[in-house]
């Protein structure tokens, strides 16, 4: 069956980056992106931007484009998200989640990763 | 930016019926949005509910249904159950983004 499995929970220092995987599995077809999607404490989803992992198209929400790069490691069917310039308000749930054929839609998600951003 | 807009909270009784819904700052929202919407309890990952409008996810309880209803995006439980007691989001895609309301929390009781 479909799966995204991501990595663990992160703590980081402000102004540090952190990179958090997603790694795809029980889907042949490279039909599909990969979305990124973050949830602060007692907040709304919030998308981050996505990749397809197919063509390696990629766009990010304008909110991040200086501090969000998105990348698919097709060896090892995984994704990448890195965000820099971490700050307090970074503080979050990170989430992947598959977009089949440019559906308009998530069907699977991970599980989520918490990073911590925290002096 | 696009601000999309949920009730913040409903409330309804077992076996009842509430519609949330979800409105977009661009305007009324059309299936060109792909209204989506997602239940989310605590400590979980989203969960599909409904894309496209009004498509199920073959794991969606024949409860939910979802349309268009008054220039926004709806999602209707019928027959209520206490397991339906969540947060419930919606997602309307627009420009090439994607943005997400507040979210309802529903309670049943």
């Known amino acids: 069956q479909v799966q995204l499995v991501q990595s663990g929970t992160e703590v980081k220092k402000p102004g540090a980056s952190v990179k958090v995987s997603c790694k795809a599995s029980?889907?042949?077809?490279?039909?599909?992106?990969i979305h990124w999607v973050r949830q602060a404490p007692g907040q709304r989803l919030e998308w981050m931007g996505w990749?397809?992992?197919?063509?390696?198209?990629?766009k990010i929400s304008e909110k991040f484009q200086d501090r969000v790069t998105v990348t698919w490691d097709t060896s090892a069917s995984t994704a990448y998200m890195e965000l820099s310039s971490l700050r307090s308000e970074d503080t979050a749930v990170y989430y992947c989640?598959?977009?089949?054929?440019?559906?308009?839609?998530?069907?699977?998600w991970g599980q989520g990763i918490l990073v911590t951003v925290s002096s | 930016q696009t601000v999309v807009t949920q009730e913040p909270s409903l409330t309804v009784s077992p076996g009842g019926t509430v519609t949330l819904t979800c409105a977009s700052s661009?305007?009324?929202?059309?299936?060109?949005?792909?209204p989506n919407w997602f239940q989310q309890k605590p400590g979980q990952a989203p969960r599909s509910l409904i894309y496209?409008?009004?498509n199920k996810r073959s794991w969606t309880p024949a409860r939910f249904s979802g349309s268009l209803l008054g220039g926004k995006a709806a999602l209707t439980l019928a027959g209520v159950q206490p397991e339906d007691e969540a947060d419930y989001y919606c997602?309307?895609?627009?420009?090439?983004?994607?943005?997400f309301g507040g979210g309802t929390k529903v309670t049943v009781l």
């Open positions: 661009t305007g009324a929202v059309t299936s060109d949005y792909h």
């Open positions: 997602l309307l895609l627009y420009g090439g983004a994607w943005f």
């Open positions: 496209s409008t009004s």
């Open positions: 990749i397809d992992v197919g063509s390696g198209d990629r």
């Open positions: 029980g889907y042949a077809s490279r039909s599909y992106g």
């Open positions: 989640g598959r977009e089949i054929y440019h559906s308009g839609t998530l069907d699977y």
